[in-house]
């Protein structure tokens, strides 16, 4: 995935978006926005991005987890297994983005790319209705695919590259 | 540089505005693992080198405290988890990549070997069925058999051939567990030090300091416990020993941060001026390491020091450590 930090606005239609097609429970979300400001006024440089699990390369996540419930399916997403999951958190604290979180019901839940949708040809829920059109979904292994190409001739940058986990989501800047 | 970070949308609990996934039941466990640890070391330790005669209570009552720590232990792990009813999943599977998973096979040997230790040496340890506890001798009579008063026995023959290869083999038995007890003692700090998420558990020397004062609280709880005046004696000099390594490798801990990325020495500094600094150097530091190092380096001048004194503020700092670390851990996020 690859997001456009220029487009961004933070709107929050993405996090309201996940939130309903995963029947994420009130008060959790799967997604975010961070915003920060660099510099000293006047000279201030704002950035907005849309936030989520980074579907690492190297996943501490599955790394830690005791039990197998946390894989990483074929294509490169990382996924839990509810019925496996016990809910010891270590996933939880391995993660450096603190992507995952208690679900009510006792499990560890994250992003999934919607693969749902995926799988149906779609875009994930909050590429397809973010108004800005900031987000590109796709196969980063495919150098034809829309999302290669924009990493490809874009700036970009990947969060706390410095903890080793091998980020793929790319925030084009 | 940043002015400011602002998130929103997201509000997950036990994760914002800060984490805290892991409660009390973690570093209680972990200091109860570290303290059975530290007693089976012992146990097994003597066996080895055969002074066993000299440390009655080390090698027949340790590992009998040293199984009911790691029963405790457990319960707080299972209060731990969100989901406790499919906690036997740990045990469908071994995942070489995971602390927990080692951890999880590691506690159940280590239980096992120590029952089969506590039960060889149970007639020696307690050689009256003197229970008084209406249902812990209906319990008890489900394997015992009372001969008279001040004798009793397996109450099945295969139980009985058990324990007969058990004393045999003891030696070999002591090796399993000063083996499964060093294991145990440095997982307590692996487990932390395996995530790179967090600046300040992300240390390797974590294993060894773990293991270090697993075994400091294991011979300061032997201390308290012994009645004879030589094991005693011995117990505060091996505390003392212990101490003085302690220090050594978290200096380094901290020299280690300080020389690494920003994200290291800014978890140092939590602890070199910032908010953990008075609890981390008052409760562990001072009561647990300096205080108690000093009492044991009188009593060794020949001073007369009540050996509860040093041996709970061991334990006490050996509980805080635990506590601060892994309530700290949580609060130290990667800066982006």
């Known amino acids: 995935m690859a997001i ?23 008060g959790y979300s799967r997604d975010w926005i961070a915003e920060t400001v660099e510099g000293t006024y006047p000279d201030l440089a704002m950035e907005i991005r849309s936030e989520r699990c980074n579907h690492c390369d190297n996943t501490p996540c599955v790394r830690t987890c005791p039990t197998g419930a946390s894989h990483v399916t074929e294509g490169g997403i990382v996924k839990v297994t509810h019925e496996e999951c016990i809910g010891c958190g270590a996933c939880i ?44 979904f796709g196969d980063l292994d495919d150098p034809n695919s829309e999302v290669s190409k924009k990493v490809a001739t874009r700036k970009t940058k990947v969060l706390a590259p410095e903890a080793g986990t091998k980020p793929q989501i790319f925030y084009l800047i | 540089m940043r002015e400011e970070l602002i998130t929103s949308g997201r509000m997950n609990p036990l994760i914002d505005p800060y984490l805290n996934a892991w409660h009390w039941q973690i570093p209680l466990y972990l200091f109860l693992g570290g303290l ?71 506690l159940l040997l280590t ?16 050689p009256k069925f003197g229970c008084k506890i209406g249902f812990m001798r209906k319990l008890l009579k489900i394997v015992i058999v009372e001969k008279d008063t001040n004798s009793w026995d397996w109450k099945f023959n295969w139980l009985q051939k058990f324990e007969k290869y058990a004393q045999d083999k003891r030696k070999a038995w002591a090796w399993v567990m000063v083996v499964l007890a060093v294991i145990l003692g440095v997982y307590t700090g692996i487990l932390l030090s395996a995530f790179n998420a967090r600046p300040l558990w992300n240390s390797a020397i974590l294993g060894p300091l773990f293991l270090t004062s697993g075994l400091s609280t294991g011979a300061a709880l032997l201390m308290i416990m012994t009645k004879n005046h030589i094991e005693k004696l011995a117990y505060s000099r091996i505390d003392l020993l212990l101490i003085v390594i302690e220090l050594f490798f978290i200096t380094h801990m ?52 009540p050996v509860i004194v040093p041996g709970i503020l061991i334990l006490w700092g050996g509980m805080m450590f635990r506590f601060i670390m892994v309530d700290a851990g949580q609060v130290i996020r990667y800066l982006y």
């Open chain 1, 93 to 136: 604290e391995s993660c450096p983005y603190d992507a995952r979180y208690f679900h009510p019901d006792g499990y560890v839940d994250k992003c999934t790319f919607c693969d749902h949708r995926v799988k149906n040809g779609q875009d994930p829920a909050c590429v397809s209705v973010c108004p800005t059109h900031c987000m590109y």
């Open chain 2, 254 to 305: 901290f020299m280690g941060f300080l020389a690494s990325s920003e994200v290291k020495v800014e978890a140092a500094q939590h602890f070199l001026g910032g908010d953990y600094t008075v609890t981390f150097w008052l409760n562990v530091i001072i009561l647990g390491l300096i205080i108690p190092g000093i009492l044991e380096a009188l009593e060794l001048l020949k001073f007369k020091i």
């Open chain 2, 111 to 126: 239980s096992v070997v120590s029952a089969v230790w506590i039960g060889s040496y149970l007639k020696e340890a307690f």
């Open chain 1, 4 to 26: 456009d930090t220029k487009k961004c606005v933070g709107c929050s239609d993405c996090v309201v978006a996940c939130q309903t097609e995963n029947n994420v429970p009130h």
């Open chain 2, 36 to 106: 059975a640890a530290g007693l089976l070391f012992f146990a097994g330790y003597f066996i080895i080198t055969g002074k066993e005669s000299k440390y009655q209570t080390t090698v027949k009552y340790g590992p009998i405290v040293a199984l009911g720590a790691i029963i405790i232990g457990l319960g707080a792990l299972l209060l731990d988890l969100k989901h406790p009813a499919y906690f036997w999943q740990l045990y469908t599977t071994i995942r070489f990549d995971s602390p927990m998973s080692w951890g999880a096979w590691v």
